[in-house]
């Protein structure tokens, strides 16, 4: 399905992205074709072309205005054309009329002479009249005088008259002039006429030359302009061929794509059809292999807890581990410091150290190297948490040892009613309380337990009502403190219940219920804060005492009213180091004894359990005595043996993997351990073989305790390996 899917948002997401290309293509193109539309905008020609344009028509303003001057011209020509022929015109009829009175005097001054000559005729008459008069005498005298009067006065009259003529034809002459004048004017202004006409055409050619170059620089640049316009179209245009093809795949590629988002959903659910069948059957599949292997899982799980039981049986209830912390700075630098511990890479049981130059190897049921988490060593007692969850469990089968399914249920037993103990084992600054407590970030055994121990009460709790609670507790030069109590100084003894039922218990140890992560961090506080007060140096004091963390699990089964107690009990013990006996002296001396008592009588309890002797020596430390109940019967113990890979530290890691190794030793009959008695290395060891001596199997068997002892040949052949290893250990 998933497959399907990637495929169809792959298509979706290359649809869109196609489609988002195509718009800005349909944009670009837009832009193009309006850019053809509309050429030349924002061009710099265009400015050009205005700013001629403007010319052109100021040119064109100015030619309409000297095209009305000229108009202008003509209407004033015009005008002095008519006044010129008005005078024209005045002058003939001043000419007529001056000819008319040439005419007319010419015509008296003929009456004028025809009388004076007809007067001049007169004078025979006169002299007739004379003679008549001088005949006649007075009366011709009177005619006479009147006569001569009369030609006085015509005489008088032809004078005016001359004088007329004389002006008249002065006013010709002058008349004349003016018309000569006015001619010589007409002739002035029809030059100055010409004149201006001359010029207008001048300045008229002149400007419709500039006019049309002008013109034809405007028509010049726009024809260029033009040409830029057309290439730039062209480029368009070529642009825009190229960009069809682009869009036409485009184009090509959307249609197809959108056909395939058509056809998608119809093949998704094609698709998604044959895979929901393909799922089924492999579920189907699965289901059946599933059944298959539950089956096989619940035989091999039976035949498992038949082995289990077979192997708890062959090598009892006791596990012993190592764990080998890593080189820290506080180990120094240079030789001294050195790594002396390897690992078998096919075996997480064995371990090898090199001490003396010699390599000694131990096996144990499981080693740890440094490397190893918390959350690993953890794992151990964790995996129980998977129980029970099908599959999840046949995975944790196939994925860890063996021996983790043991330890595992060592935690968790307790709900069932089961005493466990877990110790940690080693020399101070072997990381004793490092896997026991942890850091807060990395927290060890005790809260990793409790945070199981309530996980798995919580699973249970629909038929179980669980009850948890935690006491701490501290031995110290053999006396058992309480951590959590009030009075921490005061020493609690051991008692046996009063019941009869055998268990022991410590009046006045503090018991705290506890019921999240968060109680216990609580205690773990309380109790640390109690010892921390306590002494002086919490170090040194740590390393002299064991510190006991128990842990009580009671349940009832609301069913059937059953009740069960588990314990669990979490040791970190003092540290296992031989103390110099020449330097130490007093309570140093005493200290070291009681951790050596304890510590050989731990192990000895644990070899006389894990070797099912007869009697088991509980009685002969505090701890032991403690524990008693824990350690016996159906309990589980777990050995956590801390070393450290030191060079300088590999004598003490020598003698606790011995330990270990002792411990861990199972068939041993009696004969063997005499050998091992034999190579036995320290002096401090002693008390523990006079024990051992002692208690030899068959001299206090208690009920129900009485084991099948090992063959003789069985026994022969691993004492001979033991002392094999003893040897090599030198
Ligand atoms: P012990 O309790 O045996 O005296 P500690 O637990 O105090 O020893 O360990 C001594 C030092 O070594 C401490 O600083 C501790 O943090 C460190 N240490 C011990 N074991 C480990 C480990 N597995 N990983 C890292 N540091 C460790
Ligand atoms: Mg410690």
Redesign the pocket.
Known sequence: GTDVEKHRDLLVAENERLRQEMKACEGELRELQRQQQAPCRDCPHLQENAGLQEQLSQLQREAEETRAKLVELDLEVQQKTNRLAEVELRLKDSLAERAEEEERLSRRLRDSQETIASLKSQPQQIKYIIKTVEVESAKAKQALCETQSRNQYLQEQVGMQKQVLKEMEQQLQSSQKTEAQLRAQIMMYEAELERAHGQMLEEMQAMEEEKNHAIEEAFSRAQVEMKAVHENLAGVRTNLLTLQPALRTLTHDYNSLKRQVRDFPLLLQETLRSARAEISQAIEEVHSTNRELLRKYRRELQLRKKCHNELVRLKGNIRVFG?V??I?K?DGEGPEAANAVTFDADDDGVLHLLHKGKQVSFELDKVFP?Q?SQEEVGATVHSAGVRGEGSHLLLTLLCLPQVFQEVQALVTSCIDGYNVCIF?Y??????????MEG?AANPGINQRALQLLFSEVRGKAADWDYAITVSAAEIYNEALRDLLGKEPQEKLEIKLCPDGSGQLYVPGLTEFRVQSVEDINKVFEFGHIKRVTECTNLNEH??RSHALLIVTVRGLDRSTGLRTTGKLNLV?LA?SERVGRSGAEGSRLREAQHINKSLSALGDVIYALRSRQGHVPFRNSKLTYLLQDSLSGDSKTLMMV?VSPAEKNTSETLCSLKFAERVRSVELGPVSRKAELGSWPSQEHLEVLKTLLGDLPGSAAPPGRGHASPSPGQLSSRSASIRRKLQTSG
């Open positions: 764990r912390r890593p820290t506080e440094p190893a940690a080693g020399q101070t600054g072997a990381g004793k309380t490092y896997t850091t740590s390393s970190d540290g801390q």
